[in-house]
């Protein structure tokens, strides 16, 4: 068996961490084989709601979890950590998310900014389902969907890439989809509005997909994206991929091996797809701008 590796989430007693831990600890993630201590923080109000998530992870009997350590401080949260700061890989999930990764990694300049990332695998397997239930195959016959931009109401959602695996042929979404209007109309705005609509059917924002997605997203960045298949991801835009500007949290197609993301390359891009891609990131400059400016009051 592998050492134990350290795993921080924090608002752990949060409703996205409550569906999350449980898929952590019992290896979704880090693999069936990989030993888990699991360090859990949380502003000291919700220590004590913290102290029953502790204990239901202890009364799951899960082998592969070894130590949970709540805390409030964020020197015990991040202790030890430090000797993996190098390889340490940052998933940021709060609103806004791309903004708030940014801020992270500036905050941080001695962690490479490729270990920073945001949360829009929530998004990209909205879109999957989506093109999925409409032509009723399972959401895995769905391939290479980009999510584009922001995680807000102004990304986009793109499935000019994307393929659907029908009986043993894969044919492109368009053709598969034979709906050029949905696609191009309701399909972007409800992956666009999805996460407000779950809020306003809830009551609460999404959790269970949400915790589903970070599993998602860390199990990809750990032990990478299949062959011929790219997968979205909040990253940092260096200036030199499809014309979107530097120093941009940004959603791209990545491809990831040996732990590292790559931008998938060389898509054609048309004036529809430029026009919504332009206009996220129009929206990414905004945000960053005003963080900046607040930051340095
Ligand atoms: C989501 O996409 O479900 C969430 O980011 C929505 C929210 O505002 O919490």
């Known amino acids: 068996m592998a050492e134990p590796i350290r795993v921080l989430v924090t608002g752990a007693a949060g409703q996205i ?18 030993p888990i201590i699991l360090v859990l923080l949380d502003i000291p109000p919700m220590l004590p709601v913290l102290d029953g998530v502790v204990m239901e992870l202890q009364d799951c009997a899960l082998p592969l979890l070894r130590e949970v350590i709540p805390t409030d ?55 999957r389902s989506q093109v999925a239930m409409r032509c009723e195959v399972p959401a895995d016959a769905v391939k ?74 860390m199990r990809d ?10 997968m979205s991801m909040g990253v940092y835009a260096g200036g030199n991929s499809y014309g979107i500007p530097e120093d941009l949290i940004y959603s791209f197609p990545v491809h990831i091996k040996n732990k590292t993301w790559t931008i998938h390359g060389g898509l054609p891009i048309n004036d529809f797809s430029r026009a919504k891609m332009d206009a996220t990131a129009a929206e990414l400059v905004e945000e960053r701008d005003t963080a900046l400016s607040f930051l340095s009051q």
């Open 73 to 127: 401080k964020v020197e015990v949260g991040f202790k030890d950590l430090d000797a993996a700061i190098l390889t340490v890989k940052v998933l940021v999930v709060g609103n806004p998310a791309n903004t708030n990764c940014l801020i992270a990694s500036k905050s941080a300049p001695s962690i490479p900014k490729e270990n920073f990332s945001c949360l829009t695998r929530l998004d990209h397997n909205r879109a």
């Open 17 to 34: 961490a409550y569906s999350l831990l449980y898929s952590i600890a019992k290896g979704d993630v880090f693999g069936k084989d990989q």
């Open 144 to 217: 290479n969907v980009i999510i584009w931009g922001n995680h807000s109401s102004t990304q986009y959602p793109d499935v000019h890439h994307a393929v659907v695996k029908l009986s043993s042929n894969e044919v492109p979404a368009f053709d598969a989809v034979n709906d050029d209007s949905w696609l191009k109309g309701d399909f972007i705005s409800t992956v666009q509005l999805r996460g407000a609509a779950v809020i306003k059917a809830r009551k609460l924002s999404s959790a269970m997909s949400a915790a589903k997605a970070i599993c998602d997203h």
């Open 221 to 230: 960045w750990w032990f990478g994206t299949l062959d011929g298949e790219f």
